[in-house]
């Protein structure tokens, strides 16, 4: 008889919840109260200065390969400092700093300095600067912030972003390079400013002042800047302290790379960090073939006790600990949680990451599912009982209150609490748009109950309610869990999907594939253009039988796929098919590709595409 697996002991809070239904509206609310937490989000640096000034805050590797550690106390030395030197521009909400840098420490300074001081900032993906050839997107955010900064790392890698959209009265500050006919303010200027007022200005931020500017993604209208106060992170960070104990227990030490321009990277891990005296190693490494050697290489050296990546980065660190037992003795000797941001895991990808650690050390690791968003600082919901499955997002926070109402065959989810935005930024109509008649926050998420008759036991995620659609038959497609399926049964070649038949009598697939992958399988040799690949027997092969098992299991038209098309187009940023935080955006993709949505129901074949009708 087999025996029950170990897991790693890890000390989780159990809310207590409450949930009743009233005129067709499921409310489920956690009854344990959110304890205390601070103003202001720089309270935790300040007491971490006093109560362990010398112990590393963050760190990032050097041109040498050596970590730049800085200290609690140098933090908060050059954060008044940076404070100061902002208020003396006189920047403010109505015009604030922007970053158009990634992750570094200089970054990281200058978030927490102008936080100190009060002064609101806003990071700006940087590939709208370094990827993208058209700054049309870039400029509307700078247009709608009006800011009175601009930080950018190096004034030659964003050079013609900057020549695109910097205002004429906005001051530019660069940590190294130049910039041709503007005067520049170098970043290391700004630690020289005295520190007169600024104590007296973080003394006066409250819990609604505002702390940064978060875009969210955009499709057919303007990406909307969500507003982030010192209250909502403050608050968000004592519901993930009660929601993991564990973390008061022994401060965290997080390697992470997920942007600072999304919440979760640049409010939830670095807060996390923060609030529980920890340390954060910044990790130039990404989940993408040339960079995730770095990764791996941080790994095998940085040991943390909770890990954070997408699931494109799982899959590919679950390959590399199957083959490497250094990485797997380093990574596994003091983690206690896994987590997935920005997208669910797939199960199969999910029992194979828990074999390895069964294998290695005889525990399974718990993998933390939940569900957040930027209007909500980010978490909401999570699963710390005993359900533990891919699709789970388990129970509210301590804090959190949340509504179902029914849309359609759906129930979208709707939270209320001090986490949640007060709406966007110069924008009333959309703010009005976004909470009920009850102040909730109407997320457009679709949820469902883990077990109907336990209402108690949390949510299942049940898909973004305004992708789904109805067949011209009038069969309605949900879409979330058919993408789910068809990108955890099509790994590793599938890296996104997006669902057609919108008003047509059948369901299509555009996949966007992952070309190396696809490549490996084609046997092709190095250099094969990627409609070659895509084009090639192994390949075509597969996803006929992608669909073929996606439709043994369809119970109607709803879910049987009968076209495919692969495509060797990655999603354009330009063309905002690629949101921040690197997802697909559907309903941009929809409306790019139309043409090719129409020939693949005409079932005549593209030129950089392969399409195929299935039957």
């Not at 978490?379 to 301590?398: D, L, R």
């Amino acid at each position: 008889m087999n025996q029950p697996v170990k897991r790693r002991p890890v000390r989780l809070g159990e809310p207590e919840i409450a949930a009743w239904q009233a005129d067709g509206v499921w409310h489920v609310d956690a009854v344990t109260p959110l304890g205390d937490f601070p103003a202001r989000f720089t309270d935790r640096l300040v007491q971490g200065a006093a109560a362990h000034p010398e112990r590393t805050l963050v760190a990032r590797r050097g041109a040498d390969g050596e970590w730049i550690r800085l200290s609690y106390a140098d933090v908060l030395s050059r954060a008044r400092r940076i404070g100061q030197a902002l208020l003396d521009r006189g920047l403010s909400a109505e015009r604030p700093l922007v970053i158009l840098s990634g992750n570094d420490v200089q970054h990281f300074q200058l978030a927490l300095g102008a936080m100190y001081a009060g002064v609101p900032y806003a990071p700006l993906s940087p590939s709208y600067s370094l990827v993208a050839t058209d700054y049309g997107k870039l400029a509307e955010l700078i247009a709608q912030l009006t800011p009175g900064a601009v930080y950018a790392t190096d004034g030659a890698a964003f050079g013609r972003a900057l020549s695109a959209v910097l205002p004429s009265d906005a001051e530019l500050i660069l940590d190294e390079g130049d910039f041709s006919g503007r005067e520049v303010t170098r970043f290391a200027s700004l630690l020289g400013a005295s520190t007169g007022s600024v104590d007296q200005a973080n003394a006066a931020i409250r819990p609604d002042t505002i702390a940064k500017f978060l875009f969210t993604s955009g499709s057919t209208k303007k990406p909307k800047a969500v507003i982030t106060t010192h209250g909502m992170l403050c608050s968000n960070q004592q519901m993930l302290l009660q929601t993991f104990p564990f973390m008061a227990d022994e401060a965290p030490v997080l390697l992470d790379w997920l942007p600072w321009n999304h919440t979760f990277g640049g409010s939830h891990n670095v807060g996390i960090v923060l609030y529980n005296g920890g340390t954060l190693y910044l990790d130039d490494g990404k989940p993408m073939p040339r960079d995730f050697p770095v990764t791996l290489r941080n790994l095998t050296e940085i040991a943390p006790t909770i890990y954070f990546n997408i699931p494109k980065g799982w899959e590919m660190l679950t390959e590399a600990l199957e083959r490497d037992a250094a990485l797997r003795e380093t990574f596994f000797s003091r983690v206690k949680l896994f987590f997935c941001a920005g997208a669910g895991l797939s199960q199969a990808a999910w029992d194979r990451l828990d074999a390895i650690a069964v294998a290695h050390c005889g525990e399974s690791i718990r993998i933390m599912t939940g569900l957040g968003m930027t209007e909500t600082s980010p978490s909401c919901t999570f699963g710390t009982g005993a359900i533990v499955k891919a699709g789970y997002v388990g129970v509210p926070a301590p804090g959190c209150k949340v509504k179902l109402v029914p849309v359609g065959a759906k129930m979208e989810a709707r939270f209320h609490g001090p986490h949640v935005t007060p709406g966007y930024w110069r924008a009333p109509g959309l703010t009005a748009e976004a909470f009920d008649d009850d102040g909730f926050y109407r997320t457009g998420d679709a949820l469902r109950f883990a077990d109907d008759q336990h209402p108690e036991l949390g949510f299942m995620f049940d898909g973004r309610i305004a992708e789904d659609f109805k067949l011209s038959t009038g069969t309605f497609v949900s879409v979330g869990p058919l993408r789910a399926r068809v990108i955890s049964q099509g790994a590793p070649y599938v890296m996104e999907a997006v669902v057609t038949g919108i008003d047509r009598d059948a369901i299509g697939l555009l996949i966007f594939p992952r070309q190396e992958n696809c490549h490996a399988l084609s046997g092709l040799p190095a250099g094969a253009s990627a409609s070659d690949v895509l084009a090639s027997a192994p390949v075509r092969a597969f996803f006929q039988q992608l669909v073929d098992a996606l439709n043994a299991d369809a119970s109607g038209s709803a879910t049987r796929v009968d076209r495919l098309l692969l495509l060797a187009e990655p999603p354009s940023i330009d063309q905002r098919e690629l949101t921040d935080k690197g997802s697909v955006n559907q309903a941009a993709v929809l409306t790019r590709r139309a043409a090719l949505i129409e020939s693949m129901y005409e079932g005549t074949e593209a030129q950089t595409i392969f399409a195929a009708k299935l039957a």
